[in-house]
């Protein structure tokens, strides 16, 4: 017995030892709030006495030993979700982790794409500006907001353009090297494999790349970074496309060191049922991703995306016009023929995308990531063309009743009787296509050289389609480096390099009924008919008979490389977490033309000079942490950036000219935040003050009082960008929160840019003289814009909530003739005052539910809808058009301007299955 005794106390005192030397470990998980499934790869952030950065391991699950007594705040956070904050409280007895479920972000929110498409297009200009705003969503409720609530009155996030606000897809920059502006077009529709993303908010850089100063993005589209699942998608809209099918497989990971993801989708729509008549749409979009894992340390990775789209194009009118029709979503683009709709401008583009990157991981200490990539394929724009026969546009401003009323003597009898053409008969309305048809039809002809040879015979076109191109071709490269040198300091460091090939000419689309048509430059044929030589498209091929498909126009290619090196060092200094950036690289640029042009022999053929421009960029900031739940932060930055190819040849279409003395713009940024880290208040209130000066701008049109196409440039243009952002979400409960978000911003120009007027035709400089638009507001977006919100999710995997949306302060993009000492002389003061746009209150509503079929199956519906109340009234955006009525060589009225006007009430239906 004694024995017993003994060896039982033996093994008891072993049991005690091990238990009391043993590492006890805590255990938390994140689960999906809609299919229970676990989340991986989640982002956990301790604040508190001891702070912590953690990972979710492939079961959703993280652990933590040990927690000094106080108080600590959990963020939990995952691509694709919502951010969740729980509170954790650690005694003396310790402390338990809680499970804890997040929301996608998506199940119910339709990216940009789906709100709304916009061309902005000047009269006489191919340029389209199309807005693209920040459409990922991170943690912060502000930008959350910006990303989609506020996206149908075309917000932009401090006011910047876009080619602020950079894209990367896998590291790599995707802004249009012409332009500047976004791409997220290039991957439209394929919404599934493009939810992976890496952002940042204002200045701050990300691990990947240096950035600007607006936030950036980089879509991460790794095959193993995928989550694993296979959806099929169908969604149902009134917007821009009235169907959508999607199609999504990845594997993850597998055990054999390969993973796959693959998706297909398609978008279509007639336009029957969009809010614009002749919206029609039709696209596809293909993706597959080959990832292998070499070695432990090493993958190569294989993406191809591609989103070929064509769709028709909805344009801005005058107010007159809208009110002539009843509707402010009039569409002059389109017209009836042979009793169906037909649209003039269709925008086709076919732009794969094909990347192969290398990854070297050696865990949390080095990674090294190298990425080559391909751009290619075709990007049309259509639209009418005319020669010898009168404007066919059917808002042209000859065929609007206010033309009458304006006339010397004003005809009001003419004007009544246009009105009620207008009201009742579509042919005035809209562009009459048998009109065109039956005016080539009747154009029988012989067309000569100007040696008397005859050169065609048949029905010469008068009215035509051209597909205006620009084509590009683009390789890209991008390594980053990612190096932890220790527990306070890491670094980022990259190099960058991008050349593109752009080639802009225009397509033959449709002859509309004619055989051929005469590629002569038709504005030197009525400044120059004494000299044959002038009219001339192509001294190397005069005299052009142009068939369906034949290249007419304009032929000439812009060739741009951009190359830079950055480093990033990020130090944890207790309280303080500051960051310390550069940016070193260079822009060059040269235009190539493939005709040499009758008006300008000897400086349109071939290469250009060759403009080289040098950038950098200072980059800094820190924040300091007050307490587990409170933070300041600063970001600063100082830039150097070379103009774009747009702004800096005068006249591409038709020569070499570039603008006098190109030089770089200089761009000054500063934010200061505070940010709010509570279980069930969160936010951050930024100020922010951005200067941007030295800019270059050009724009061509039509000038009535010099009677002739001209080219306008402006130089020195000085921008000013300051306000305020504030983004909140209040937890009521833990099913209902609340969210509020504020922007108020004051966009100004804040100097007086020089301009040069010059004659098209013969780059004779019509008048230099300066443009006082200093203290004028920038257009673009509303400078004042808010929205309250509350949502509701509930336990048995449901969820609706509604938002009060409210914009204001957006200005009219400005004509700078209008504000020149010339406009001052001849006109009334009161047009050089910018028009403000109006605006007003929306409330959208949306609502979801998530069925659970079997384990890993699940059917969700989401239905949104937008502008509940159909407030038809808020203008989204307008010009004032650059021509200006003129009476014996003096200015008399602008034209009047035209607008674009936020949707009525639309609905967004999405179904999916996760099987």
Request: aromatic share 16%; net charge neutral.
């Amino acid at each position: 017995m004694k024995k017993v005794f003994t060896l039982f106390l033996i093994f008891f005192w072993l049991a005690v030892s091990m238990l009391c030397a043993q590492n006890f470990s805590h255990k938390g998980f994140v689960t999906d709030a809609s299919t229970g499934l676990p989340v991986q790869k989640a982002k956990i952030t301790v604040f508190g006495k001891k702070n912590l950065t953690l990972f979710t391991d492939d079961a959703g699950a993280f652990s933590i030993d040990s927690l000094p007594r106080g108080r600590y705040t959990f963020t939990v956070s995952a691509q694709g979700y919502a951010a969740e904050q729980v509170e954790v409280f650690s005694t003396e007895e310790g402390f338990s982790l809680p499970q804890v479920k997040l929301s996608k972000l998506d199940d119910w929110k339709p990216g940009f794409h789906d709100l709304v498409v916009v061309d902005e297009l000047h009269e006489d200009d191919d340029a389209v500006s199309e807005y693209t705003p920040m459409l990922s969503s991170s943690q912060d409720p502000f930008s959350a907001s910006a990303a989609y609530t506020f996206s149908p009155a075309r917000f932009r996030i401090r006011g910047y353009d876009s080619q602020y606000t950079p894209v990367y897809l896998n590291g790599v920059e995707m802004n249009d090297m012409n332009t500047g502006y976004g791409v997220w077009s290039l991957w439209g529709g394929l919404n599934d494999v493009v939810r992976n993303q890496e952002t940042s908010t204002g200045i701050q850089p990300m691990f990947s790349a240096f950035g600007n100063i607006g936030a950036a993005t980089n879509v991460l589209t790794r095959a193993g970074m995928q989550r694993q699942q296979a959806r099929l998608t169908y969604s149902n809209s009134n917007r821009t496309y009235s169907n959508r099918m999607m199609l999504t497989y990845s594997t993850g990971m597998m055990n054999n060191g390969w993973a796959f993801s693959a998706s297909l989708s398609s978008r279509w729509g007639n336009g029957r049922y969009s809010v614009v008549d002749g919206q029609f749409y039709k696209a596809f979009g293909y993706f597959l991703s080959i990832e292998k894992q070499l070695f432990p340390e090493h993958s190569l990775v294989l993406n191809v995306i591609d989103a070929p789209t064509e769709r028709g194009v909805a344009a801005a009118s005058t107010q007159e016009a809208y009110d002539l029709v009843g509707s402010n979503y009039y569409n002059s683009n389109v017209g009836y023929q042979n009793g169906k709709m037909r649209n003039a401008r269709v925008r086709d583009s076919h732009e794969p995308i094909i990347q192969l990157s290398h990854f070297w991981n050696r865990g949390r200490t080095l990674n090294l990531s190298t990425t080559l990539g391909v751009r290619f394929g075709y990007n049309g724009y259509s639209a009418l063309t005319w020669f010898q026969a009168p404007d066919p546009r059917p808002d042209y401003y000859r065929k609007l009743p206010s033309y009458y009323l304006q006339g010397t003597p004003p005809d009001p009898d003419a004007a009544v009787a246009l009105a009620e053409l207008w009201r009742t008969d579509r042919n005035t309305a809209y562009i009459n296509w048998d009109r065109l048809y039956e005016v080539n039809r009747n154009n029988h002809m012989e067309t000569y050289d100007s040696n008397g040879v005859l050169i065609a015979s048949g029905l010469r076109s008068e009215y035509a389609i051209e597909d205006r191109r620009t084509d590009q071709l683009q390789w890209n490269y991008a390594t980053t480096f990612n190096m932890e040198i220790n527990d306070r300091l890491k670094l980022d460091a990259g190099v960058t390099y991008r050349w593109n090939r752009t080639q802009s000419f225009n397509i033959l689309k449709d002859l509309l009924g004619g055989e051929y048509w005469y590629d002569i430059d038709k504005f030197a044929e009525r400044d120059f008919a004494s000299d044959p030589s002038k009219v001339q498209i192509n001294l190397l091929a005069p005299d052009h008979i142009a068939r369906k498909g034949d290249r007419i126009g304009h032929d000439y290619e812009a060739y741009i490389q951009k190359g830079s090196a950055w480093a990033i060092a990020r130090f944890d200094l207790g309280r303080f977490n500051s960051y310390a950036g550069m940016m070193f690289g260079f822009t060059s640029m040269y235009r190539h033309g493939n005709q040499q042009r009758g008006l300008f022999p000897n400086n349109s053929f071939c290469n250009s000079v060759w403009l080289k421009f040098f950038d950098f960029g200072f980059k800094g900031g820190t924040v300091y942490q007050i307490s587990g739940h409170h933070y300041l932060e600063m970001n600063a930055a100082i830039m150097q950036q070379a103009p774009y190819f747009r702004n800096v040849f005068v006249s591409p279409r038709t020569r070499h000219t570039y603008v006098e003395n190109p030089e770089e713009e200089n761009v000054y940024s500063f934010d200061l935040s505070y940010q709010l880290r509570l279980p069930f208040l969160r936010g951050r209130l930024t100020g922010f003050y951005t200067r941007v000066n030295n800019q270059t701008r050009n724009m061509s049109f039509y000038d009535d009082v010099h009677r002739t196409f001209s080219n306008y440039t402006l130089t020195g243009i000085d921008t000013r960008y300051a306000g305020i952002e504030l983004g909140l979400e209040a937890k009521l409960s833990p099913t209902l929160s609340a969210t509020g978000a504020l922007s108020v911003g004051r966009y100004q120009n804040v100097s007086d840019p020089d301009y040069i007027q010059t004659v098209d035709n013969s780059n004779k400089v019509l008048e230099r003289g300066t443009v006082y638009w200093s203290g004028l507001n920038t257009s673009g977006t509303p400078q004042t814009a808010a929205t309250v919100g509350m949502t509701y999710r509930a336990p048995w995997y449901g969820m609706f909530g509604f938002n009060i949306n409210y914009f204001d302060r957006n200005f009219i993009s400005m004509n700078p003739v209008l504000r020149t000492e010339r406009a001052r002389v001849d006109m009334e003061n009161r047009f050089s005052i910018p028009e403000k746009l109006k605006g007003g209150v929306t409330v959208d509503a949306f609502i979801g539910y998530s069925y659970r079929i079997t384990y890993g199956k699940f059917l969700r519906f989401n239905l949104s809808v937008s502008n509940l109340l159909n407030n038809r009234n808020i203008h989204s955006g307008g010009f004032e058009q650059l021509r200006v009525r003129s009476f014996e060589g003096k200015y008399q009225k602008p034209f009047d301007s035209k607008y674009y006007y936020m949707y009525g009430t639309t609905f967004f239906f999405n179904t999916s299955l996760q099987f």
